[in-house]
């Protein structure tokens, strides 16, 4: 990916060059074998992944918003069912108990507290987002270095480890499809 990069955002075409020499004839002609395999490789699955982050954004959206709601609510009257949903939306086990007001605030707090974590998630998908969306509202544009990686970035935060520019160019794409179809399997079970 670091010489396809170099190429695609920079122009640089002699990092496709392994060993030896090559001229400028050759080098364009490479390009445009290896830029048409990766357009076709890559198109739909980079709208799609722009589409999978667009929902999850307003997933985590949403559950900030509702989060803030139902911890507003159990502020002033205690209700079982809204307890409940917040535990689910906070992913804990918390005990509400009323009667223990000390408690049963610190336990809001904490709530309250959890919601961020779902902020900074929301903040980085939004950046993702960003970058996607200027490339691909601008298909004419060559995408920037900073684009690829976002996208390298995404990758990494979705394989739990470091998605480097050292990877192939079919790696990169395959990553990108196997993403899509994870992200699709997800919706399917919600």
């Not at 209700?79 to 007001?101: G, I, T």
């Amino acid at each position: 990916m670091y010489a396809f990069i170099r190429c695609m955002c920079d122009g640089r075409l002699k990092s496709l060059i392994i060993e030896g020499e090559a001229d400028e004839d050759t080098l364009q002609a490479v390009w445009a074998d290896i830029l048409a395999e990766y357009s076709q490789e890559i198109g739909s699955h980079e709208h799609k992944l722009y589409l999978n982050l667009f929902k999850e954004a307003g997933v985590l959206a949403a559950d900030i918003r509702d989060i803030h709601r139902i911890v507003s609510i159990l502020g002033i009257v205690y209700s079982a069912r809204l307890a409940a949903e917040l535990n689910v939306l906070v992913e804990a086990n918390f005990q509400f108990d009323p009667s223990d007001v000390k408690e049963y605030q610190r336990l809001l707090q904490a709530c309250l507290d959890r919601s961020q974590s779902k902020k900074i998630d929301l903040q980085i998908k939004e950046q993702q987002l960003e970058e996607i969306h200027k490339k691909t509202n601008n298909p004419s544009k060559a995408p920037t270095a900073k684009y690829f990686n976002t996208v390298l970035i995404t990758l990494s935060d979705y394989a739990k480890f470091n998605v480097s520019d050292e990877i192939t160019v079919f790696e990169y794409c395959e990553r990108v499809r196997r993403l899509n179809k994870y992200l699709e399997s997800l919706k399917r079970v919600r």
